[in-house]
């Protein structure tokens, strides 16, 4: 064959070769299709159920420590013994986010507006004044302790008002992280399981009335568990009571939200932050509250759900919180030190105190 004969040349190569040089030609299997967002959510969530569900049926065996208590040890001991894969982060961050958020419209489907009003009227004074008590031994106390701003804010929040729900509802608004959540609410429900076994036994050494001590435990007690094991163990007249008082302290985390969101707006505006707007800071679930709570105003619920409505709040609550503590790195918390714990020892006492002084004064006690 003479040397001068052309080697055949298939066209399609050539023309391939003309658009693309064969150095560059990289053959490669097909990008998989990303997952939709709600199943990407799925391993997640689903993780935090099944956990949840053993937290809540374990708080059910121990009452005085609560699904809440349990459903955070557990997501704590299982994040730092076996921390969960990639796979399942955003759906442990939805269920800290959206599912704590979703709790509290929950409550207040079992929160009648109007009973409360009728009933509380004379626990605001005290529940006001403790508030304030609270708030600011929170930020004079963590101040002189170096507390961080957030945990100042929760910790200060929770013994304020009403323990992990008022944490759950501001941690979203003041962009607190979970360590700082967890840690908040870890302090918060140590002081509840000291409360369940010490305010019953300081009534008696005080001598304090049916009424005077459902006031002081419905105003210094944080959550609404520890709240009623602590008052129906001195009495069933006190524990009514005291549950009147609590649910009437609970509806003042609306305005308190209401004016920390407006604060984290202003704050935002002062560094510069971009694209700043208070709609899009604003808690718009505790709107979605406030038209639950007139819901169960309006009579719409009827009675025989209300328990289950209950129930539903917090097993949700305990979802919450349980992503909470798969969130919670114990080695950064160790970090934080024992500050934030006698913070919310100083802050505690405060509102105890404070609760005291004021009933003797309007001569409640």
Known sequence: MSSTQHEHIDPVEDVIEHILPADDIELTAPEPLAPHPLVALLPGLGLVFMMALIAWWLGHLAPLVGGPVIGIVLGIIVRNLRAPGAVFHSGIRFAARQVLQWSVVVLGF???????????VASLSVTLVTMTAAFLTAWGLGKLLRVSGNLKILIGVGTAICGGSAIAAVTPIVRADEHETAFAISTIFLFNLVAVLLFPALGHLMHLSDFGFGMWAGTAINDTSSVVAA??????????????????????????CLVL??????RQKQSGAQGFNLARIFPWFIVWFLVASGIRTAGLIPNDWQPYVAELATFMIVMALTSIGLSADLR???????????LGTGVWAAVAISSLIVQRALGQI
């Open 110 to 120: 079992g929160l009648s507006l109007g009973t409360v009003a009728h009933t509380g």
């Open 231 to 256: 008052a129906y163990s001195y009495s069933h007249a006190a524990g009514n009571y005291a549950t009147i008082v609590k649910l009437t302290r609970s509806t003042l985390i609306i305005p308190v």
């Open 261 to 266: 969101a407006v604060v984290e707006a202003w």
């Open 332 to 342: 950064r918390m160790a970090a934080t030190g024992a500050r934030p714990i006698l």
